[in-house]
């Protein structure tokens, strides 16, 4: 099992460098300047499931597209306005993941919805990689 764990985060492993340039030094101190969500992926009955922390976006400001075995999600989160805040913690910003896809995902029919905050995208798997059940017969 170790060994498939293994495997499993290489193959999902990000493929970007997510703290270079994140931060930037404002006249009010360092602040965020990129908007780095949150990811989970795991193995599920199906295949493969993403979630990404996307919250206070809809699925209108998020892109999913797939290039040569790579699933890139991308987005822009939107800066609060400047209303007499003096400290924003919140990050925003443009962002961008990429994850290399396990050779046996079904990439024709992947989906992807955004819902309260978090983006999923399900991954299934080939109908050819599922586990099969061979019958016994008595000879």
Known sequence: MLAF???FNELFAPIESELE???ENQANGWTW????PAADVRSVA????????VPGM????????LESALLTLEGERK???ADGQSRMER?????SRTFRLPQDADIGRIEAVCKNGVLTVKIPKAEAAK???IEVHAA
């Open 91 to 95: 990050p925003f910003g443009k962002f």
């Open 131 to 133: 586990a099969k059940t």
């Open 79 to 81: 800066a609060p306005e």
């Open 5 to 7: 764990r293994t495997h």
């Open 33 to 36: 300047n990129r908007f780095f």
């Open 46 to 53: 199906e295949g493969y499931q993403i979630d990404l922390d």
């Open 21 to 23: 340039g994140a931060l």
């Open 58 to 65: 809809t699925e209108k400001e998020i892109s999913v597209t």
